[in-house]
């Protein structure tokens, strides 16, 4: 095995020593250290140009939406109402006339002008202008402002409160108007304009933009028949009755409402989606009133218990909870406890949406539904009939009021949330009881629920007048009462 000898090692180590101390003599330990192979090469950001693929949609993107607006604009208009608001003043002092024997003195009127502001769309060239009913709802005067600031007095064609659209026309030819679009072709993500007069007069013609949110929303509870468009559009109060509109400048919904706990907008507006407005001004314009389709059921929509209990492994469906007597199920050979799944190639996964659909549908459509009886499905088509008047006139609700001391209306969803009712119920709700009558000493109240007289089925006020109006003097009815979800019977002497 080789070994270092003495003299080697001390020849390295003064090799060492004589290379450590040249390198240190030709190099400063404090000097400036070398420099940055990069430190004259500053980094510049590359050059867009104008003509650049990103830039270039950005400005095509915002050329598309000025368009859109500078286009649209002068089918927008607002709309103005005027109405006479009286009120019955009663003196602070009767009670002192009572005291000193002296008679009571008749109550004084007052009435004042009460002014409001809503948004609507010219939606032909003769002066069909389209709103929502609550904008000109009991308006003694419509004033319709153009885009121009031209002022035109507008009439009332006929109004829908069940679906909040009202049909107007001014008196003027020639004027500029939006087509109407498909909104069943609508989808979820869809890029949208809002346009209207917000808040005042003074912002008309404020265009706004957002997004499809949802399709379908049925429990609002704003209207009887609801399938709103919902959007993140802004809206606020004043743009009712205005257009959304789709990037082909089409009307696709007419603004409507906002939910919101402030009062202003935040982030969910909702539209009536213009094939359900469509098809109000198309029965508007051809007979006057509007005409829906019936088909005669009540249903109650299936949780996970209900599904169970029916032995379906899906939730998805309702189940018929009535059938009207001679109505268009019951001809169609549907049954109580029928379960339906589909509606024209449509899942049934929310009842009010159903009602809507089938209401859209002018009478002698044929709806085809799939159903499941006693875990078999089968396919049924029903002929939908005209739906019946359903409401009472201003003189026959007067006339029910002053003879039996009552009043009802169409029982609704919000009816069911306000007074503890199930939803599925079906019949007529007591919207006011006189006291010291008949029917207030028999313990009929406000918010009961009336489901039939006599032993005879009632689902809307013109069912219930029609089984009340013959009754004669001396007679009895019997009223079933469902109270807190709690059914009881009653008997009224006439």
Request: hydrophobic share 40%.
């Amino acid at each position: 095995m080789p070994t270092i000898t003495p003299k080697f090692a001390a020849a390295f180590t003064f090799a060492l020593v004589v290379l450590f101390v040249s390198y240190f003599t030709n190099h400063d330990s404090v000097s400036e250290p070398a420099p940055y192979i990069f430190a004259e090469e500053a980094w510049t950001p590359p050059q867009r140009t104008a003509d650049d693929p990103p830039i270039q949609s950005l400005r095509d993107l915002n050329n598309a939406f000025v368009s859109l607006a500078e286009n649209a604009a002068p089918a927008v208009v607002t709309v103005n109402t005027e109405r006479t608001v009286r009120q019955r003043q009663v003196s602070p002092f009767d009670m002192f006339d009572e005291f000193f024997g002296r008679p009571r003195q008749q109550p004084r009127e007052r009435s004042f002008q009460q002014r409001g502001q809503g948004s609507g769309v010219i939606v032909s060239s003769d002066g069909i202008v389209m709103t929502n009913h609550h904008v000109i709802a009991n308006a003694d005067t419509i004033i319709v402002r153009l885009s121009n600031n031209d002022n035109l007095g507008a009439s009332v064609i006929g109004t829908d409160p069940s679906t909040d659209i009202a049909i107007l026309r001014v008196h003027a030819e020639n004027l500029p108007f939006m087509p109407m679009g498909d909104s069943d072709a609508l989808r979820v993500g869809e890029m949208v304009m809002a346009i209207g007069s917000p808040l005042s007069q003074n912002l008309a013609q404020t265009v706004t933009q957002g997004i499809v949110s949802a399709k379908g929303r049925s429990n609002v509870n704003l209207v009887d028949f609801e399938d709103f468009i919902q959007t993140d559009a802004a809206i606020n109060p004043g743009n009712s009755g205005g257009p959304l509109m789709n990037m082909d400048g089409e009307v696709i919904g007419i603004n409507t409402a906002i939910a919101s706990r402030s009062g202003g907008f935040q982030g969910i507006g909702f539209a009536v989606p213009i094939n359900m407005a469509r098809a109000v001004m198309d029965s508007i314009l051809e007979t006057g009133r509007v005409v829906r389709g019936f088909i005669g059921i009540t249903g109650q929509e299936l949780d996970d218990s209900l599904a169970r209990a029916f032995g379906l492994e899906r939730t998805k469906g309702a189940v018929i909870t009535s059938i009207g007597d001679d109505s268009p199920a019951e001809q169609a050979g549907l049954r109580v406890e029928d379960v339906i799944i589909e509606y024209d190639g449509r899942t049934l996964t929310n009842w009010r949406t159903f009602q809507s659909y089938v209401a859209s549908r002018p009478p002698g459509t044929r709806i085809n539904l799939v159903v499941n009886r006693e875990g078999e499905t089968m396919n049924v088509t029903v002929t939908l009939a005209e739906r019946p008047d359903e409401e009472l006139t201003e003189e026959e609700t007067e006339s029910m009021f002053e003879r039996f001391g009552f009043s009802i209306d169409t029982f609704t969803q919000s009816h069911a949330e306000r007074h503890n009712l199930r939803a599925d119920l079906n019949g007529v709700i007591v919207t006011a009881v006189q006291e010291g009558s008949v029917a207030y000493r028999r313990g009929l109240r406000e918010g009961d629920l009336i489901t039939a007289v006599n032993r005879r089925r009632v689902a809307n006020p013109q069912e219930f007048n029609s089984h009340i109006q013959n009754a004669q003097p001396g007679s009895t009815l019997l009223l079933n009462v469902v109270r807190q979800n709690q059914q009881f019977f009653m008997s009224i002497d006439v």
